[in-house]
């Protein structure tokens, strides 16, 4: 791992990966792991996803983070979208990438979940980060990192004005499936959790997970890859799991079997019925 020895035993991994931190005072040796509640583009089931309706619904539930998209806009502002094309959850067409913030900014991205969520707007990076940093973890996942040149740099300089660079703040992570982008974010912010996402089996192997955990803190899979076995290499590596995307009882119910670390989830309440 790349913020702990090796050799510094298991238990220490218990008590100080960012997933866990915030159990730590209730955590002993012997001790399974907490699992934590990450709410997919925020609480997606019940409402318009990466919105800020998503958000506060996440944090109404509960969840232990939310999980957002960070794009950028033509004219160079950080926002809050999943797809590299508005079509599917605005009624607006085109890339994210050709669009200035204006124009992204009026469309509605709540119309399609339902007609309580007219009105709904794509949220911009700095507003998710003021509005939920302190009250809810944030899973920040960097989309496509390869049409956005320089994005990490944006992101590591909001998140540095925040002081959420830093190990006291690490309910802050951030993911990729683009492994060249999240090495360069632990160069640009060495105490930063990072994690790497794959739909891969090929990402599996015993090397590929030892390249993995040179620069991250989580290898992310998608729970069609997840065995007890990939699980344990992953805690053997001293690397945390957290697996996507929940959108069925049973699905939560396996990987809560599995041991992972957190659950990615459209749905909070199939992890947790409290929530």
């Given at each position: 791992m790349k913020k702990t020895l090796l050799g510094a035993g298991f238990a220490f991994t218990l008590?100080?990966?960012?997933?866990?931190?915030?159990?730590?005072?209730?955590?002993t040796i012997g001790e399974l792991r907490q699992l934590d509640t990450?709410?997919?583009?925020g609480a997606s089931?019940?409402?318009p996803e990466n919105t800020i309706a998503a958000f506060d619904k996440a944090l109404e539930m509960k969840a232990d983070y939310i999980e957002i998209d960070v794009q950028r806009s033509q004219d160079g502002k950080l926002v809050v979208i999943h797809d590299t094309t508005v079509d599917r959850t605005t009624d607006g067409t085109g890339s994210v990438k050709d669009l200035t913030f204006d124009q992204l900014r009026s469309l509605d991205a709540g119309s399609y979940k339902g007609e309580q969520f007219s009105g709904e707007k794509i949220p911009t990076f700095d507003e998710v980060l003021d509005r939920y940093h302190g009250k809810i973890g944030i899973l920040i996942e960097l989309k496509s990192p390869e049409l956005y040149p320089g994005v990490e740099e944006m992101v590591a300089e909001?998140?540095?004005e925040r002081n959420l660079d830093r190990p006291q703040n690490e309910k802050i992570i951030i993911q990729s499936?683009?492994?060249?982008?999240?090495?360069?974010?632990n160069s640009l912010l060495p105490k930063m959790p990072?994690?790497?996402?794959t739909s891969s089996k090929a990402d599996t192997t015993d090397a590929a997970l030892q390249a993995f955990a040179t620069y991250a803190d989580y290898f992310n899979p998608s729970y069609g890859l997840v065995t007890k076995e990939l699980v344990d290499k992953v805690h053997a590596l001293g690397m945390g799991i957290s697996s996507?995307?929940?959108?069925?009882h049973d699905a939560a119910q396996f990987l809560?079997?599995?041991?992972?670390?957190?659950?990615?989830t459209d749905y909070p309440d199939y992890v947790d019925p409290r929530k």
């Amino acid at each position: 791992m790349k913020k702990t020895l090796l050799g510094a035993g298991f238990a220490f991994t218990l008590l100080f990966s960012p997933f866990q931190q915030a159990f730590a005072a209730e955590t002993t040796i012997g001790e399974l792991r907490q699992l934590d509640t990450i709410a997919h583009r925020g609480a997606s089931g019940y409402a318009p996803e990466n919105t800020i309706a998503a958000f506060d619904k996440a944090l109404e539930m509960k969840a232990d983070y939310i999980e957002i998209d960070v794009q950028r806009s033509q004219d160079g502002k950080l926002v809050v979208i999943h797809d590299t094309t508005v079509d599917r959850t605005t009624d607006g067409t085109g890339s994210v990438k050709d669009l200035t913030f204006d124009q992204l900014r009026s469309l509605d991205a709540g119309s399609y979940k339902g007609e309580q969520f007219s009105g709904e707007k794509i949220p911009t990076f700095d507003e998710v980060l003021d509005r939920y940093h302190g009250k809810i973890g944030i899973l920040i996942e960097l989309k496509s990192p390869e049409l956005y040149p320089g994005v990490e740099e944006m992101v590591a300089e909001e998140l540095r004005e925040r002081n959420l660079d830093r190990p006291q703040n690490e309910k802050i992570i951030i993911q990729s499936f683009n492994f060249e982008s999240m090495k360069k974010m632990n160069s640009l912010l060495p105490k930063m959790p990072i994690g790497v996402l794959t739909s891969s089996k090929a990402d599996t192997t015993d090397a590929a997970l030892q390249a993995f955990a040179t620069y991250a803190d989580y290898f992310n899979p998608s729970y069609g890859l997840v065995t007890k076995e990939l699980v344990d290499k992953v805690h053997a590596l001293g690397m945390g799991i957290s697996s996507w995307t929940v959108r069925s009882h049973d699905a939560a119910q396996f990987l809560i079997d599995m041991k992972v670390d957190a659950i990615i989830t459209d749905y909070p309440d199939y992890v947790d019925p409290r929530k």
